[in-house]
């Protein structure tokens, strides 16, 4: 930062460049910097910047593939669901060794399981809910790590399942005194399915049950009649048509089209410890994330990642899943081409109606700086960067407006946060 | 009763349970529907089709495909490992601790109320603390394996070291032998049967709780084998490897076993 410093490498000057512009964009002048910088010293200077910007995200992405890999060999977590694919199949599809990297995917039995796993660093980085890395960085439900959410994985993907008894039931109305799952507390899972039950008039606190079960263990759930029903992610909606147990009633896509619900994260000291090696893995699951995105590969796609190494599921179903042609348990065979859909664009707007729900539902009491969280935690702008350097198109904005398929206020606007969650009848905050 | 009587006994038990397990699997095989070809199979799999399911994982008991996916002769490996190490670790404080108590009253007294309290506490029960303090999944359920198998020992070491007749105590005393020789020569041969018997039901436990931490935090051993069956709802091979959970228990067990028959003495 200081002229003193001494030179040594191109790569140190461009991380200063970089240092250097972001302290420009922020105070605007030289002179308000370096009256700054005279207060708080040059070292902690930069140190409170890094806590409002991912620096060392972006020294990495200024120096593009200058830099060499850290660490080659890579251990990434995953929970055997379909929203998991990019990640899952980039080991044997080779995004990973494309991109320079040895990693080996590790699958874990449950969503504390992994939030652990990745906190204690035996994970390098890790298939979460997005939600997980907002709640974790801000220390609900867990202990206080700041984590940092490259990419979404997939969009869609997630249903209404309901045990075959209720097939009588027509809206949310019909489900009082219900019994549900949810795979977490932190979980689009669980936000979809209150808010679905919520603009149905049923409080999801008083009016139903709504219990955290391992994906896996849903079916078995179901079939013992311990539960009427879940909002789960695939394959454990297709396996409860495939075993008879259940239907599908909703997809969550009917609730709203192109909702993020899993992500891949990692500690943000692991991305700033190992910048190029961050930049690297990065790459490679917006790499995979963009070839699942097209349909064609999806049949493809199931047989790589059925076998017991990674989901373990008979490739037929994860063909329903991905594809979209399914038989729905009703007796119908639906042709739903983005029943799940993959795109790693994090927008900002996304975390920013996950925290809304997470105050609404009482998850979160303090005051929330939705903005602040979601700009740390969602890396909007590098992941444009990493999609525009593999040449993929990518969004202009960090912030959208979200329109919803289901509810009476359709559109969220990521800028009235508050009177987002004030317009709902039933909430806890 | 004579020699011939004794074996035609025991002969008469091991022809019973052939019988009874014929019997078992006779009306399990019967009331299991037979599977039409294209057609999903409904409810439990019959013994043939556990059976061959078995055959296929035992005659390729070592292979790796990666980490998610190893042979069961490899995930019983680790379990067995991580039992024999949380349980050393067990044996060792437990035993110490409880020969301590076990010839202080006064100090068995005031610790009793805190092991009563700590003793029925399920060993999983402690798996996010020791996750959140270890920092590290394999150690923890090594933990869990370690206060699984620590109480029993415990609780049967003090008892059976203050059951030691004063006598013995009393005659090593006399004879002026030291603190260590006394532990070695007095003390703990007196109590080696309860200890044994001690570490007889722990072991049992442990291996009891390894499988359920291990369903926990996934990765290796064989809870993680049926946790990951259980995914796909293979049942075939859950129940097989809950079969052979039941007989790796039965082997330590017989350890245990024969281990308390070369210790008892006569009075």
Known sequence: ?429 | MDQVGVLSERKRAILSSVVLLTVFLGIWQLSVKTPTPGVKAEGLPGPVAVASRAWEMVSDPFYDNGPNDKGIGIQLGYSVRRLSIGYSAAALVAICLGVMLGLSPGLYRALNPYIQVLKPISPLAWMPLFLYTIKDSSQSAIMVIFMSSLWPILANTAFGVAGIKRDYLNVSALLQLSWFKRLWKVILPAAAPAIVAGLRISVGSAWVAIVAAEMLIGGTGIGYFVWNEWNNLQLTSVIFAILLTGFVGLVLDFGFASLAKTLTYKE
């Open chain 1, 1 to 429: 930062m200081t002229k003193e410093r001494k030179i040594e490498s191109t790569e140190m000057s461009i991380a200063n460049k970089v240092e250097e512009a972001v302290a420009y964009a922020i105070f605007g002048s030289e002179v308000r910097r370096r009256e700054f910088i005279r207060m708080v010293g040059a070292a902690g200077a930069m140190t409170i910047l890094d806590s409002v910007f991912p620096l060392g995200a972006a020294k990495a992405l200024a120096q593009e593939k200058t830099g060499p890999i850290e660490k080659k060999s890579l251990k990434v977590g995953f929970i055997p669901i379909t929203c998991a694919t990019p990640i899952i199949m980039a080991e044997p599809m080779g995004f990973y060794k494309k991109h320079g990297l040895d990693v080996q995917v590790h699958k874990a039995s449950g969503w504390a399981m992994i939030r652990d796993l990745s906190i204690n660093g035996e994970t390098d980085a890790t298939h979460m809910l997005t939600p997980m890395p907002l709640a974790i960085s801000m220390g609900a439900g867990s202990q206080t790590v700041p984590f940092v959410m490259p990419a979404v994985e997939n969009i869609n993907g997630q249903a209404i399942t309901l045990a075959n008894k209720h097939k009588g039931v027509k809206e949310a109305k019909d489900m009082k005194g219900f019994k549900f799952c949810v795979p977490f507390d932190y979980s689009m899972h669980n936000f979809l399915l209150r808010y679905f039950l919520a603009e149905g008039g049923i409080d999801p606190d008083k009016d139903v049950q709504i219990r955290v079960v391992p994906p896996p263990e849903m079916v078995a759930n179901l079939r013992a009649g311990n539960v009427d029903g879940y909002l789960a992610p695939d394959p454990f909606n297709q396996r409860a048509v495939f075993e008879g147990e259940g239907f599908i009633f909703m997809l969550s896509k009917d609730i709203w089209p192109g909702h993020p619900c899993c992500a891949f994260a990692a500690r943000k000291d692991f991305a700033e410890k190992y910048p190029n090696t961050f930049q690297a893995l990065f790459k490679a699951i917006v790499d995979a994330t963009n070839y699942a995105h097209n349909t064609e590969h999806r049949q493809e796609i199931a047989k790589a990642i059925a076998p017991r190494n990674f989901l373990n599921q008979p490739a037929e179903l994860l063909e329903q899943v991905l594809t979209g042609v399914y038989p729905d348990g009703l007796g119908n065979m639906k042709n739903v081409p983005d029943r799940i859909d993959f795109d790693p664009f994090p927008y900002h707007s996304m975390a920013i109606w996950i925290l809304t729900q997470m105050k609404r539902w009482g998850y979160i009491k303090q005051d929330v700086d939705y903005k602040k969280i979601a700009q740390e935690v969602y890396l909007a702008s590098d992941c444009r960067a990493v999609m525009k350097s593999l040449g993929y198109k990518a969004p202009a904005q960090d912030s959208t407006k979200h329109q919803f398929a289901f509810g009476k206020n359709k559109t969220f606007d990521p800028n009235t946060p508050a009177e987002y969650i004030r317009s709902f009848p039933i909430r806890r905050a």
